[in-house]
């Protein structure tokens, strides 16, 4: 069922311009993703998230979303795998890869889009769910107008 979810992302993933991630590349994020989704922290809403980010060079960084009894402390699965990414030395990244046991695929929240767009603004996504559902989004489309460090510029 994931398979053939995955495969129909993977479609879509390697027909945009750059096509930079494999089809291993993208076994290994989802497989990364749900093992993060295990270790996820969500007492409160019960909503576990992996995510797994694929860098430019090939690595794998997964994260969980940490919930914690101050709502607003939380942390998402996709800025948990960043911050991972981020501390091994990676800041370039091709594609996220999100997995939920929900029953439709769920893209980043806001949150997360504005994080990701600091480092991956041409971003491909793929959300996938524990019972085979997916989808396909690049982060440009989810994120139309991003407030970026051009945004900052005086020049
Ligand atoms: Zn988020």
């Known amino acids: 069922m994931v398979r053939s979810g995955l495969a129909r992302a993977r479609a879509v993933v390697s027909s945009g311009d750059r096509g930079l991630t494999s089809q291993q590349q993208l076994l290994s994020a989802r497989d990364a993703a749900f093992s993060a989704l295990r270790n996820a922290y969500a007492p409160y809403s019960s909503f576990r998230v992996g995510a797994a ?72 996504i793929v959300s996938i769910t524990a019972g085979g559902a997916s989808a396909h989004w690049r982060l440009a489309e989810l994120l139309a107008h991003p407030f970026t460090s051009a945004t900052l510029s005086h020049s």
Not at 71 to 90: D, H, K, V, W, Y
């Open 53 to 124: 980010l694929v860098g430019a060079a090939g690595g794998i960084f997964a994260g969980c979303n940490v919930e914690n009894s101050v709502f607003p402390a939380g942390l998402c699965a996709e800025r948990s795998a960043l911050a991972s990414a981020i501390a091994n030395g990676e800041r370039e990244f091709s594609t996220l890869v999100v997995a939920t046991e929900a029953d439709e695929p769920t893209p980043p929240c806001g949150i997360c889009r504005q994080v990701l767009v600091e480092f991956a603004p041409s971003l491909e």
